[in-house]
């Protein structure tokens, strides 16, 4: 776990033949309320619980897991990390709230064929992805976390209740798998993705001063070029009408 501003903590992906989702850990260490941001693949979730016990934080003082989105890649080990921290609530937006309960796993899966290639491949059963979750988010909200004041930001287009979280104070931005390093986008053709969607909140995205990216997979920028997620949209722009 790599600190990476005051309260922030990255816990990087270990990528599989499937990604596995980075975790940040925001909050300060000794204000006793700390967050998760997004779990990870299936398996994935152990070694996330040994890097934040090694670094010497409490398990105790996270009280919630707040989920970007619920594709696999990001919810796979949520069931491991909720074994490991069994008090800390689940926040995740409306859109992939509900169907997370109902036991909707569409988007979970994001399509049909990846469905069943990874039931087989990592033996798990329809109904797995089925959670309670205690607060659904809306987008607008201003969470004040372990003394830090974060913004939801509602970011639909790559999956429907995709969030983003934005720190104004220090500019820092977790996108979740909207806009990643190197121009990358989020894909927008799994199971309740939009194209257009898609572009009206990278253009949401472009109107923030970013310092630093902290995205979903690949690599982290701690020193955002001014006008870059504004680039990059521009740049897919014609791929997503
Ligand atoms: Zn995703
Ligand atoms: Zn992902």
């Known amino acids: 776990m790599k600190q990476i501003a005051e309260g922030i903590f990255f816990i990087p992906g ?53 989920m970007t989105h619920t ?43 990846f469905e069943s290639m990874c039931q087989a491949q990592y033996n798990i059963k329809p109904g797995d992805f089925c959670f309670p979750v ?35 104070q220090n500019k820092i931005l977790i996108p979740g798998d909207t806009v990643y390093a190197d121009h990358a986008i989020g894909r927008f053709d799994l199971h309740g993705a939009s194209g257009p969607q898609l572009r009206n909140s990278l253009t949401m995205l472009a109107d923030l001063e970013v310092n630093i990216l902290l ?9 955002v070029p001014a006008g870059y997620i504004r680039q990059t949209a521009e740049q897919w722009g014609p791929y997503l009408s």
């Open 134 to 168: 205690d607060r659904k988010l809306t987008g607008g909200e201003t969470l004040e976390i372990g003394g830090i004041t974060w913004e939801v930001l509602h970011i639909p287009g790559h999956s429907p209740g995709s969030i983003a979280l934005y720190h104004p």
């Open 215 to 223: 995205p979903g997979h690949n690599r982290i920028m701690e020193s």
């Open 14 to 66: 270990q990528d599989e033949m499937i990604p596995d989702s980075h975790a940040y850990l925001i909050g300060n260490p000794d204000s006793d309320d700390m967050s998760l941001i997004d779990a990870g693949l299936m398996g994935k979730g152990r070694y996330k619980i040994e890097s934040i016990r090694e670094s010497g934080v409490s398990l105790s003082n996270i009280k919630r897991i707040i």
């Open 71 to 113: 594709h696999l890649d990001h919810i796979g080990c949520l069931g491991e990390l909720r074994e490991a921290i069994p008090h800390a609530a689940l926040w995740i937006h409306e859109n992939e709230a509900d169907p997370l309960e109902n036991g909707d796993e569409k988007i979970a899966y994001g399509m049909d064929m």
